[in-house]
Each structure stands twice: as structure tokens, then as C-alpha cells.
């Protein structure tokens, strides 16, 4: 069965892991250029940077935590940044997917999923 997996938004964390990544053997993997791929979405860092501040609700606080946002999401959430690191294989736009899409099932047609033998049997105990 082949695995294809094109992430259009946002993808955090163990969601991303479990859900058609490179690291569960999916085949090929895409996103498109709006796709936010990380280890934790950007308010959600922001918030946990904003437990170092005394008074989180200041205006300076605010303005760091608003700097701070923008720069996580254009510098580190990017589906660009995945694709260097290669948890995906490319970033693909928007109407490039349905060709895509079949070129990846057209190359996957005739795989073969070899399951290893287990040495033992589960016995019931």
C-alpha cells in the first residue's frame, strides 16, 4: 500500500509524527508552501517563553512575544526548513498536487511490503 503524505497547513509535534511521517515509513512526503511543520506551534512557544517574564501582560512583554511569533513561524516553522532537515521530500504548490499525486501513485504501484518473520510466537501466559 503506498504512503503519500502532503501537509497543506499546520503540523506540530506527535500529531506530525504519527500521521504519515518519513519516520513511520510513509513513501513520500510533501507540503506546500503554507504548511507550518515544527516541534510545537509558535503561540504555544511563545507562551512557554512568556512564563520568564514577571508580568507576561506588559506592552513590552507583549511587543517581545508578537516579535517573537513572527520570527518562529518565518524562520522555523517553515515546510522549507523540513524539507533541509528531510522530513519531507519537497514543498510543492498548490496546483502542482493532483499531478503530483498521481506521479507518486504511478511510481508506487508495484511495491512490495516484505514483513519479517518473528522468531517466536506469542504464547499466551
Known sequence: MPKVTITVRKSYGGAYAVMG???LTADLNFAWPTARIAVIGAEGAAQLLMKRFPDPTTP???A??????????????????????GFIDAVIEPHQTR??????????RDKQVQHVQRKHALIPI
Open 99 to 108: 499531478l503530483l499525486l498521481r506521479k507518486a501513485l504511478h511510481l508506487l
Open 21 to 23: 511521517s518519513k519516520q
Open 60 to 62: 513590552e512583554a507583549q
Open 64 to 85: 517581545i512575544k508578537q516579535s517573537f511569533i513572527e520570527n518562529y513561524n518565518l524562520n522555523m516553522a517553515t515546510p522549507w526548513i523540513a524539507a533541509e532537515r
